[in-house]
């Protein structure tokens, strides 16, 4: 009985240190309904900047890199906008400091082009 209820503290303390060292870590955690809305920039060329800046060293024109292959995908425009927010596994999140929601939005209109989102 002792022994299970020291066990059962242990777990519960580890529990709470990895949840507050996730919430510590500064990024934000993001839902897929933030991102839900449609796209509003055709602006391809800009897109195609901030592509070539914070994305082309990983996904060389959406073909597979150090990240995988995103061309012709077809993501919709929220798993785009919620992925470049959040960041993944290996892949950095980008926040409004780096890339602001226009940019981000000029973004999706370069992955139209290359088939990275469907909208
Ligand atoms: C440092 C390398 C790196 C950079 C920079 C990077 N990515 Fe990634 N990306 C990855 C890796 C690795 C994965 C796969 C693991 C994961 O999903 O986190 C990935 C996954 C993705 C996926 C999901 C692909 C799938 O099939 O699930 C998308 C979409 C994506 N990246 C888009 C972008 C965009 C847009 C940018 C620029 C804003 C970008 N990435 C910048 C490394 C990177």
């Known amino acids: ?12 303390t580890l529990a709470i240190a990895y949840g507050c060292s996730k919430e510590s ?3 934000t955690a993001y839902s897929l ?3 839900d809305y449609p796209m ?9 900047e901030v592509f070539a800046e ?4 990983c996904h060389p024109g959406g073909e597979e890199g150090d ?6 995908e077809g993501e919709s425009p929220s798993e785009l906008r919620w992925k470049v927010r959040s960041g993944g596994d290996d892949m950095p999140a980008f926040g409004p ?7 981000l939005e000029s973004l999706l209109a370069y ?3 290359i088939g990275a989102v469907a909208p």
Not at 1 to 12: A, F, N, Q, R
């Open 67 to 72: 990240g995988p292959k995103i061309a012709g």
């Open 54 to 57: 914070f994305c082309e060293g």
């Open 97 to 103: 400091d780096k890339i602001s929601d226009a940019n």
């Open 111 to 113: 992955a139209l082009t």
């Open 1 to 12: 009985m002792g022994k299970t209820l020291v066990l059962g503290l242990m777990i519960g």
């Open 33 to 35: 309904e933030d991102f």
């Open 25 to 27: 870590s500064g990024t």
């Open 40 to 48: 509003s920039s055709t602006d391809v060329a800009a897109g195609t």
